[in-house]
């Protein structure tokens, strides 16, 4: 999941995502760890980052080919 690198990538911080999205701070960061999340949330971040949810998701290894 590429989450931490588009929210960077769109100059937020986790408290402005998670106002964006209406997704908890706590969860955004678990996410960042952990690297998953349930389908629901990603849509409401990939709303709110304004991507798709195949950019989001995507692999590290997918994105480096």
Do not use: F, W, Y
């Amino acid at each position: 999941m590429q989450l931490r690198t588009i929210r960077l990538e769109a100059g937020l911080s986790v408290p402005a995502l998670s106002r964006l999205s209406s997704v908890p701070v706590r969860t955004i960061e678990d996410i960042e760890k952990r690297g998953d999340c349930k389908v629901s949330t990603a849509k409401l971040l990939a709303s709110a980052l304004n991507v798709s949810l195949d950019t989001l998701c995507a692999d590290n290894l997918e994105k480096d080919r």
